[in-house]
């Protein structure tokens, strides 16, 4: 079972990009959910993370007042809206999923806490 994270593109500096992340072949509604990025020559990023009821959200500093993560329980999929996009948003783009958000101390989102990782989505920011 995997998840699918799609609607990346091509977009300019200051632009705006909505990811979505549907599941193959389970329901969400138990998860807690994360999206990661990971840019060429980097470690993978946790960004932000929802819990399974949509109602808390978490960010890293760094993605604050630019990202907002969402999820409509009905539709099976979750949202990652991303504005203000930066070159150094660059990266490709993952959804996961897990049983509650934790940002550990110093490191934030941990991959190995998530599983269900799919193909991502590339998000391409030019100058």
């Known amino acids: 079972v995997q998840l699918q994270a799609y609607g990346g593109g091509l977009v300019q500096t200051g632009g705006s990009l909505r990811l979505s992340c549907a599941p193959s072949?389970?329901?969400?509604?138990?998860?807690?959910i994360g999206w990661f990025r990971q840019a060429p020559g980097k470690e993978r990023e946790g960004t932000s993370c929802?819990?399974?009821?949509?109602?808390?959200?978490y960010y890293v500093d760094s993605v604050k007042g630019r990202f907002t993560i969402s999820r409509d329980n009905a539709k099976n999929t979750v949202y990652l809206q991303i504005n203000s996009l930066k070159p150094e948003d660059t990266a490709v783009y993952y959804c996961?999923?897990?049983?509650?958000?934790?940002?550990?101390?110093?490191?934030?989102?941990?991959?190995?806490?998530?599983?269900?990782w799919g193909q991502g989505t590339q998000v391409t920011v030019s100058s």
């Open positions: 996961a999923a897990t049983r509650a958000c934790h940002f550990y101390s110093g490191i934030g989102l941990r991959a190995r806490d998530f599983g269900s």
């Open positions: 929802i819990s399974s009821n949509g109602g808390s959200t």
């Open positions: 072949g389970f329901s969400l509604d138990y998860f807690a």
